[in-house]
């Protein structure tokens, strides 16, 4: 996403205590990091990117409209802060982006006639299982 240096000023950080291993140290630092980003009141994002991450991202946001990211998976606040932003950066990115539309293409040949000789094939395996008629 170009320009994420300009969204970071509307980032809005909140650490708190993390839970997993770490001991005492756990019981004592604030190491999880939550990233909150409110998408409507962004002065950085333009509408049609607005009303795109509010279509996309909806499962992921609350009530409000605010987008909110949590790591908590080193003990250092600083390597969670990074991962936490690089996590929001991949989730802004990857709902930005537009899928290019599915190119309609024949099917081949030589595809159609492996699949009628598999089930050529695969009839004669079948013919072979019948019980055979001592009458006839």
Same mark, same amino acid.
């Given at each position: 996403?170009?320009?994420?240096?300009?969204?970071?000023?509307?980032?809005i950080?909140?650490?708190?205590?993390?839970?997993?291993?770490?001991g005492?140290?756990v019981?004592?630092?604030?190491?999880?990091?939550?990233?909150?980003?409110?998408?409507?009141g962004?002065?950085?994002?333009?509408?049609?990117?607005?009303?795109?991450?509010?279509?996309?991202?909806?499962?992921?946001?609350?009530?409000?409209?605010?987008?909110?990211?949590?790591c908590?998976?080193?003990r250092?606040?600083?390597?969670?802060k990074?991962?936490?932003?690089?996590?929001? +950066?991949?989730?802004?990115?990857?709902?930005?982006? #537009? &899928?290019?539309? /599915? @190119? *309609? =293409?024949?099917?081949?040949?030589?595809?159609?006639?492996?699949r +009628?000789?598999?089930?050529?094939?695969?009839?004669? #395996? &079948?013919?072979? /299982? @019948? *019980? =055979?008629?001592?009458?006839?």
């Amino acid at each position: 996403m170009k320009g994420f240096e300009a969204l970071k000023k509307e980032l809005i950080f909140k650490m708190s205590r993390s839970s997993g291993k770490g001991g005492q140290h756990v019981n004592k630092v604030s190491t999880r990091v939550s990233v909150f980003l409110d998408i409507a009141g962004s002065e950085y994002l333009d509408a049609p990117q607005k009303a795109l991450l509010l279509a996309k991202l909806a499962p992921r946001l609350s009530k409000e409209g605010i987008l909110q990211v949590t790591c908590q998976k080193t003990r250092s606040q600083f390597k969670n802060k990074q991962l936490a932003l690089l996590q929001l +950066r991949q989730l802004l990115t990857a709902a930005l982006t #537009k &899928k290019k539309p /599915r @190119k *309609k =293409v024949p099917v081949p040949k030589s595809v159609k006639v492996k699949r +009628r000789k598999e089930k050529a094939i695969q009839s004669e #395996k &079948k013919q072979a /299982r @019948k *019980k =055979v008629d001592p009458y006839a």
